[in-house]
């Protein structure tokens, strides 16, 4: 067909009709001049049997010259099985995509697309799924972890040697956080999925690289720059008052975490400094003595819980006690599980007290190990008991002391 009919003294001397009126350039580029005086170009194309008009501009901001040019880039992608139509959206999304990315990155907001902004879509998706608590704590993770590594990313960018660059990022020790970290990564990915976001989940081959935890059957720290790091960790914990002076308190009485659950106020005496209560597992009266930490603890916890029977009641229903698996779920979410377990405190205390040279007869006392024997039960359970007072304040100084990160001489410590 022939092209380039057209002259430019033609278009500019063409007058509107009452109808709309072509100038034809020939080759499926032409003029359409409404009645109105409005000059538009157009070009007409096949592709895969349809036929389909383009828009080129107006005239004379588009010049003849320029809607040949235009005309000629659509015919040559149109006669590859490009359809110039799809381009041209493809290429004005773009631009709206940058203008609007632009404006997200100054308001310090993730760029549309990106990992960071479909892991946010995937959290406001599940906000109404899970506790506050735990929302906040996968949010944590997402923001210490993930977000700094391949946040910024095209989410159809990211690899698996990109998830298991995240996965490095965290503490060795943390086998429980890195595992929940990748499951949470992969249901991002799940996510995007199944909006059309993304293709495959890459987080999934990372499973099988991370190893499960050889562990004892009740896992616990006796490094004391382990400890110091757990007890950090309990201080930065963002759960409920009540859990997080749980986890505080435990360390210090090191008792059963059954007992800890089961504490009632009745048992507790603030100025005796004694916590007295029936053993679960030996049936016989155990005096826990209270440190100064213990009896701060108690004391900031008591206008809460105060009303309930219990220490540590079951959320809001204050008639039920703490319930069994909390503590060693707050420990799990903090990425402790595998390492520590809630009962790992008693070991831990009765490693390192027995290192620091303290009576073990006094520790065995404390840690409530004594005879089911009814007359030997009630000689023991008083036994040693000013001992255990001063080895209480001690250890709880010494766990204050890992706390803070310094280099610690055990206080008290017996030849």
């Known amino acids: 067909m022939a092209k380039e009919l057209l002259k430019d003294s033609a278009i500019k001397s063409a007058k509107p009709d009452i109808k709309d009126k072509r100038l034809n350039d020939g080759d499926g580029l032409y003029l359409l001049i409404k009645p109105s005086g409005a000059r538009w170009w157009r070009f007409d194309y096949s592709i895969d049997s349809k036929r389909k008009t383009l828009s080129l501009g107006t005239y004379p901001?588009?010049?003849?010259?320029?809607?040949?040019?235009?005309?000629?880039?659509?015919?040559?992608l149109a006669a590859n099985g490009i359809?110039?139509?799809?381009?041209?959206?493809?290429?004005?999304?773009a631009r709206h995509e940058a203008t609007e990315n632009e404006k997200r990155i100054k308001a310090g907001l993730p760029i549309v697309g990106s990992f960071e902004d479909i892991a946010g879509q995937w959290f406001r998706s599940i906000k109404h799924q899970i506790a506050e608590q735990t929302y906040n704590i996968k949010l944590s993770r997402f923001r210490t972890y993930v977000f700094p590594v391949?946040?910024?990313?095209?989410?159809?960018?990211?690899?698996?040697?990109?998830i298991m660059a995240v996965i490095k990022t965290i503490d060795s020790?943390?086998?429980?956080?890195?595992?929940?970290?990748?499951?949470?990564?992969s249901a991002v990915f799940g996510y995007a999925i199944a909006h059309g976001l993304a293709d495959y989940d890459v987080a999934q081959p990372v499973a099988k690289m991370l190893k499960s935890h050889q562990g004892n059957h009740r896992p616990a720290l006796t490094n004391p720059a382990d400890?110091?790091?757990?007890?950090?960790?309990?201080?930065?914990y963002n759960g409920t008052f009540t859990v997080k002076s749980a986890l505080r308190l435990l360390p210090v009485l090191f008792c059963r975490p059954g007992e800890l659950r089961l504490m009632e106020w009745a048992g507790i005496d603030i100025e005796a400094k004694e916590w007295r209560y029936l053993a679960s597992k030996t049936g016989i009266n155990h005096i826990v003595p209270l440190s100064s930490q213990a009896i701060k603890i108690l004391t900031e916890l008591r206008p809460v819980t105060g009303h309930s029977e219990y220490v540590f009641p079951k959320g809001s229903d204050y008639t039920k006690p703490m319930s069994?698996?909390?503590?060693?779920?707050?420990?799990?979410?903090?990425?402790?599980?595998?390492?520590?377990?809630?009962?790992?405190?008693?070991?831990?205390?009765?490693?390192?007290?027995?290192?620091?040279?303290?009576?073990?007869?006094?520790?065995?006392?404390?840690?409530?190990h004594m005879p089911k024997d009814a007359v030997r039960a009630a000689y023991n359970r008083a036994q040693y008991l000013e001992e255990r007072r001063k080895m209480m304040q001690a250890w709880?100084?010494?766990?204050?002391?890992?706390?803070?990160?310094a280099d610690v001489i055990p206080i008290g410590k017996r030849a």
């Not at 901001?61 to 659509?74: G, H, P, V």
């Not at 709880?396 to 990160?405: C, I, Q, T």
Request: proline letters at 3%.
């Open 83 to 93: 359809d110039p139509s799809d381009t041209r959206k493809a290429v004005k999304k």
């Open 173 to 185: 020790g943390k086998t429980a956080t890195a595992k929940a970290l990748r499951a949470e990564i």
């Open 150 to 162: 391949i946040g910024g990313m095209d989410i159809k960018a990211v690899k698996s040697p990109d």
């Open 396 to 405: 709880a100084d010494y766990l204050d002391s890992l706390k803070s990160g």
């Open 227 to 236: 400890v110091g790091r757990l007890l950090r960790d309990i201080d930065a």
């Open 324 to 368: 069994k698996r909390t503590i060693q779920n707050a420990l799990q979410i903090m990425g402790y599980d595998d390492i520590h377990c809630a009962h790992g405190f008693r070991t831990t205390a009765s490693t390192l007290l027995n290192e620091q040279g303290w009576s073990p007869d006094a520790i065995e006392r404390q840690l409530c």
């Open 61 to 76: 901001d588009t010049s003849l010259a320029d809607a040949r040019r235009k005309a000629e880039e659509a015919r040559k």
